[in-house]
């Protein structure tokens, strides 16, 4: 509060003064909590369910899903609900997917530049593939999920999978059952 000399200290807006902070602080805070409130509910809202019909349900290989209507797929931001990762991963209805046939590239944590360039170009191919047609989803063995609780599937359209187009065009590999360096 600035005095002038001569000039008698007023409580009153110094009171109103402090009031006003004292607002703005309460203001900021609650606007804050709104924020994280607000933000926990959406990343509820938008957390991935289990989705029966991509249950194994002890099948044979065969066609657990089969799209009438194609979902739009596009590169994965932080709402994950149809989506794509990577080359060999993506969400569909709130499942997390991992192509079980093949295996690209790293784009998350690449080990050179050429790994980190590859994959996202298999990372945009794949977008393209998904966006394509409806394809259907294959289980392969009898593993249902990874290790990190993905839906293990063989994506097919037409009888022919999907991971094998990209494998043909030189952006993924054959999954062998372990990761191969790119670099």
């Not at 997390?96 to 170009?121: F, H, N, V, W």
């Not at 989803?137 to 609780?149: K, P, V």
């Not at 022919?160 to 494998?167: E, F, K, T």
């Not at 065009?169 to 999954?175: F, Q």
């Amino acid at each position: 509060m600035n005095e002038t000399p001569g000039e008698p200290f007023d409580f009153r807006k110094a009171l109103k003064a402090q009031k006003r902070r004292k607002l703005r602080k309460e203001i900021a805070l609650g606007l804050g909590a709104f924020a994280i409130v607000f933000a926990g509910g959406m990343l509820a809202l938008n957390w991935p369910v289990h989705v029966a019909s991509l249950a194994n349900d002890d099948q044979q290989p065969q066609a657990l899903f089969q799209q009438a209507s194609t979902p739009q797929f596009d590169i994965c931001g932080s709402i994950r609900r149809t989506c794509v990762v990577d080359g060999d991963t993506f969400w569909l209805d709130g499942v997390k997917i991992r192509i079980a046939d093949i295996d690209t590239p790293e784009i998350s944590e690449p080990r050179c530049d050429y790994e980190y360039q590859l994959g996202m170009r298999a990372t945009h191919r794949l977008v393209e593939l998904l966006n394509g047609g409806p394809f259907e989803l294959r289980t392969i063995g009898s593993r249902d999920e990874d290790q990190y609780g993905r839906k293990l599937r063989v994506v097919t359209r037409g009888g022919r999978s999907l991971g094998d187009q990209l494998v043909s065009e030189g952006l993924a590999r054959t999954w062998t059952g372990r990761r191969e360096p790119w670099c």
